[in-house]
């Protein structure tokens, strides 16, 4: 009868290892069998923070995407890390880069500060953009691929309900978990920074008009745009920095259609002149003509990197959110506005390349 019974109890362990391997064989196929769509393919993946860090940062996961071209490095890093110093939240880096930049952004990654951000490197494959984006021969080293990494966002992290996009001339100086729990309405698919809100200065653009509205953006002499009955004088919002619902961004199918405004642009050429050739923000102001919800204006403060000149008081600066230099003059350059903010969560290069563009930049803004 013992025997009987231990037999028994063998035959039984045998079957549990043999269903748990099964399971695991299951896991693994699909992850390998999984492939990312559209040239977006995972190079690496820190899984779990260390358990002293998980005992302290909130369990729910804030996914944030942010793009790392090499020559703007500095800037990604820097972002990253005032967002991982402000926050007890789990969050999570979906780092979108091109592959001759991985190498640098891993020994960047292992530096003691950032040793323990949780994060994703995503190689982008400039291919898929082919037919969509019309490049300058004469200017074909002026060309982002990266910019247009944001139009991708469900192929990017296809598990996620909802995602954090920010550029990399951002720093953040508050709870990164306020953004991400921006309420968005029924039906919109992302929350942007209005142009036209309360703490954004309105940037002229000398001779052509205005950088707040639609018009500065989009050529109304087109037929294809003026069938679209958008008002001229609509205000634009910020792409650089938004929240959105990917839920609600593949029920619309929000990527085909940014990609639509794209191939259409090559062909009728409907994008305006008048703001150095932007061709990232008007296919997104297309698509999300009054049906997009809005961010906090705080969380979005930007032209710091407009001119070199302060538009705003030190008081205002340290009570923001989120500080943007979007404009010409980058806080890496050192002559822009509040440099000193951003080199305060600046972690220096461990091989030096960055320094060097650094110093670069700043004989070039000095001309």
């Known amino acids: 009868v013992n025997i009987s019974i231990l037999l028994v109890a063998v035959v039984i362990f045998l079957l549990i290892i043999h269903h748990n391997f099964l399971s695991l064989s299951d896991f693994l196929r699909r992850e390998l069998s ?3 769509p559209l040239g977006l393919q995972p190079i690496d993946f820190i899984p779990a923070a260390p358990q002293r860090l998980t005992d302290e940062r909130d369990e729910k996961e804030i996914s944030v995407v942010i793009t790392a071209s090499d020559e703007r490095l ?3 890093i820097t972002a990253m890390n ?27 990654l292992r530096s003691p500060p950032l040793k323990n951000i949780r994060h994703r490197i995503l ?13 300058d021969p004469q200017k074909a080293d002026a060309f982002k691929p990266l910019t247009f990494a944001r139009f991708y966002l469900p192929n990017l992290v296809p598990h996620a309900e909802k995602v954090i996009y920010v550029d990399d001339d951002v720093i953040v100086q508050g709870d990164i978990v306020e953004l991400y729990n921006t309420p968005l309405k ?34 109304y002499q087109k037929e294809t745009i003026r069938k679209l009955a958008m008002k001229a004088n609509t205000c634009s919002f910020n792409p650089g920095v938004f929240v959105a619902n990917l839920t609600e961004w593949k029920l ?62 030190p008081q205002f600066v340290e009570a923001a959110k989120l500080l943007h230099w979007n404009g010409h003059f980058k806080p890496w350059g050192r002559t822009a506005s ?30």
Request: net charge neutral; proline share 5%.
């Open 186 to 219: 029924p039906g919109h698919a992302a929350a942007f920074s209005d142009d036209c809100d309360s703490t954004s200065s309105k940037v002229a653009v000398r001779g052509a008009g205005n950088q707040y509205n639609y018009i500065g953006f989009l050529d």
């Open 252 to 313: 619309q199918n929000i990527t085909k259609q940014l990609e639509k405004w794209m191939a259409l642009n090559v062909v009728e050429d409907l994008y305006s002149k008048t703001l150095a050739g932007s061709i990232t923000t008007p296919p997104l102001l297309i698509v999300f003509y009054k049906q997009h919800s809005s961010i906090d204006p705080m969380w979005n403060v930007r032209h710091l990197g407009s001119s070199v000149g302060k538009r705003y008081s």
């Open 74 to 76: 500095g800037g990604a």
């Open 123 to 135: 190689d982008f494959d400039p291919r898929i953009l082919e037919g969509k984006v019309q490049v």
């Open 82 to 108: 005032s967002i991982y110093q402000h926050t007890r939240s789990n969050v999570v880096f979906y780092i979108v880069t091109l592959n001759d930049t991985v190498d640098h952004l891993r020994m960047w």
């Open 338 to 367: 509040y440099a000193e903010v951003w080199d305060k969560w600046y972690v220096p290069d461990p091989v030096g390349k960055f320094n060097l563009i650094r110093r670069h930049l700043e004989g070039y803004e000095a001309k």
């Open 34 to 36: 999984d492939p990312s």
